[in-house]
């Protein structure tokens, strides 16, 4: 979870160690708890501490945490040459380890040795079969490889005995989506939200899934969700907000003509448009006309 | 009161300090031995599953109000059914579970390294202190203590007229045995957190029955009452995006 | 405000311990007198209350402030999910972004 705070912060580090103000590793340190993905910069950063004998004897026992980093970093720039080099370094150091296998396994996959790479893996597997980061490395290759079906029939495998990652429900699901297989997505969104049911994102998305589906059930069950969205982000989130106002349009034209239904909150939607408004008159006045005249052709605000 | 019981220096040298100095060269040695004698034995993927069933049923029944009704009763379903459920333990199974277990040479091997790395080195100092240095007052803490602590640190001494800041060698041999934790932490890594209390605890949970533990998951996930939280959440939605408009 | 609340703090520690001794004091005189302990005396308790607030102020007011736990206030507001980086893949479109060819790691 990255909060608004913690995102602020990093930004902040960002800024300051691009311009030479220093805090490379406590932006790198940020970096990796947040576990953003910021290649370029980590790539820089962290070389340049790696190059400077004195900084990195400073760290300590972290210089090996922050050569994987690096290392990764680099595959994730294309930089192979330089995580080659960074691995070398890691292995001399830790002979026969795993996690500077799975590294050896990522460098492979890399380079496009996807061949190779699955060797690697399995080898790994074959010490440890329950060895749960080299069984997503093989997922995420049949992934970039293409194989999205067979990613898939990976990932249920490994839900099946691993049931309670987070991360591969997560994405389980955004694979789903890619395949418009909104039911099965639903379900993984249904799971994510038992584990963290006080994250927004994971209500937005699965909000978006319901919308997609269509039917009037599903648009009330996603106008809810978007309200819960709202409420978790304190109406922040300007996508949940949209989310809601096309939730609603769409639920009135279903229900147009027929009796009234039992509505909950009636003025929800219009207060949602309202609030958007607010939001792009603070935020970019350029696009409010934009906006309103969208906003008044759904006959949300007046 | 005993007031100024002078302790004889030789006391210190060749009780107290050697008491101390072998309790944490034993200590040590245990870590190693116990290091040396562990086998590094891989969670099957049976118990790693059902751990991770609970860790899911436990979900499920602290978020249910989050999904919708109906996606709660198929996942109750899925997990709870008398059939083929997650939670579900057939009747034969569970009871063949606590005999499966005392069967299984590895775990009763493990079983035995542990009790006797722990046992043994255990035993034999409390019988050398006990030998060589019984009713020694070894040492004298420098605060005033109730009455009350005449049974830990006098252990050894039956007798009432002395201060309770004198401390026998026999209670010094224990206060060293649980009170090194720390040290060897600071000495040894944290990884040697595995002290005597833990053993014990380790060895009560030994027959940690998953079946147990599943089939409780079960039962609470039956009783529960589902109740949509997001119709409320919308009302307080409104009342957020209110605030906001305000 | 931690310097002052801190001194707070300092001051009631003292008072405490002051209304400890008197406390002690007293019961040696009572014990001289022959009376029963029936309950610190008046202005012990006084005493006491003071320290109590000054130590309660010194406790909110030096540690921190305090920050919000609400999952919607500005500060812990959910903004982004982490990247899901046990199944990054590298063969994305950055890879035809040119990268800066000086970077080296040295040997």
Request: proline share 4%; hydrophobic share 45%.
């Amino acid at each position: 979870m990255v909060g608004a705070a913690e995102e602020a912060q990093l930004n902040r580090l960002e800024n300051q160690v691009d311009n030479g103000g220093g805090g490379a590793w406590e932006y790198l340190c940020l970096v990796r708890k947040l576990k953003a993905r910021r290649p370029d910069k980590v790539l820089k950063h962290g070389l340049s501490i790696l190059n400077n004998p004195k900084a990195r004897s400073n760290l300590g026992t972290e210089e090996w945490t922050l050569y994987e980093q690096v290392a990764i970093a680099a595959m994730d720039c294309q930089r192979v040459d330089i995580a080659k080099d960074c691995i070398s370094v890691l292995s001399n150091k830790f002979p026969g380890s795993t996690r500077v296998g799975r590294l050896e396994g990522m460098l492979l996959e890399a380079n496009g040795a996807w061949a190779d790479a699955e060797t690697t893996y399995r080898r790994l597997l074959e010490e440890n079969p329950n060895d749960q980061v080299v069984q997503k490395r093989m997922i995420a290759m049949a992934k970039a490889l293409g194989n999205i079906s067979t990613a898939v029939e990976y990932l249920n495998k490994y839900l099946e005995i691993y049931m309670a990652d987070q991360d591969a429900w997560r994405e389980l699901a955004e694979i789903y989506v890619s395949l418009q297989m909104y039911k099965q997505a639903a379900y993984c969104y249904e799971e994510l939200i038992l584990c963290q049911p006080t994250v927004p994102l994971h209500h937005l998305a699965y909000a978006e899934v319901l919308y997609t589906m269509g039917g009037l059930e599903n648009l009330q069950m996603a106008k809810k969700y978007y309200a819960s969205a709202i409420n978790f982000t304190g109406g922040k989130n300007t996508r949940a907000l949209y989310g809601l106002c096309l939730c609603s349009v769409a639920i009135n034209q279903i229900t147009k003509g027929r009796n009234k239904e039992d509505k909950e909150s009636p003025e929800l939607q219009y207060l949602a448009a309202e609030a958007l408004v607010k939001d792009y008159k603070e935020k970019a006045p350029a696009k409010l006309t934009l906006v309103t005249s969208t906003l008044k052709s759904m006959k949300l605000i007046s | 009161m005993a007031e100024d019981l002078v302790l004889d220096t030789a006391i210190r040298d060749w009780v107290l300090i050697p008491l101390s100095v072998v309790m944490v060269l034993i200590g040590v040695l245990r870590y190693f031995v116990s290091k040396l004698m562990r086998s590094s034995q891989l969670p099957d993927a049976k118990a790693l599953k059902e751990g991770q069933v609970i860790i899911r049923a436990r979900n499920l029944k602290s978020g249910a109000n989050f999904i919708p009704s109906k996606s709660f009763r198929a996942r109750r379903v899925y997990f709870t059914n008398e059939e083929n459920g997650l939670l579900h333990v057939p009747k034969e199974q569970a009871q063949n579970a606590q005999a499966q277990m005392f069967s299984d040479p590895n775990m009763a091997m493990d079983m035995m390294k542990k009790n006797l790395s722990m046992l043994i080195p255990q035993s034999l100092t409390f019988a050398w202190v006990n030998f060589f240095f019984s009713g020694f007052v070894a040492a004298k803490i420098p605060f005033p203590l109730t009455q009350r602590f005449r049974a830990m640190l006098q252990n050894g001494i039956d007798l009432s007229s002395v201060d309770v800041s004198y401390v026998s060698s026999r209670s010094w041999y224990f206060l060293n045995l649980f009170g090194l934790r720390g040290f060897f932490s600071l000495i040894l890594g944290e990884e040697n957190a595995m002290d005597d209390t833990q053993r014990m605890m380790q060895m009560g949970g030994f027959g940690f029955d998953a079946s147990r533990s599943l089939a409780a998951e079960k039962d609470s996930l039956d009783i529960i009452q589902h109740d949509w939280a997001l119709p409320k959440i919308e009302h307080r939605a409104e009342q957020v995006l209110r605030k906001l408009l305000r | 405000m931690g310097g002052v609340g801190f001194a707070m703090g300092v001051l009631g520690g003292l008072l405490l311990a002051h209304a400890a001794y008197t406390t002690i004091q007293y019961r040696g005189m009572l014990k001289i007198v022959e009376e029963e302990f029936s309950g610190p005396p008046m202005n012990v308790v006084v005493e006491l209350l003071i320290a109590m607030t000054l130590c309660m102020v010194a406790g909110l007011t030096v540690p921190g402030k305090f920050l919000s736990i609400l999952p919607d206030s500005d500060d812990n507001r959910v903004v982004s999910l982490p990247a899901n980086l046990d199944f990054m893949i590298f063969n994305h479109r950055g890879r035809v972004l040119p990268s800066d060819a000086d970077l080296k790691l040295k040997k």
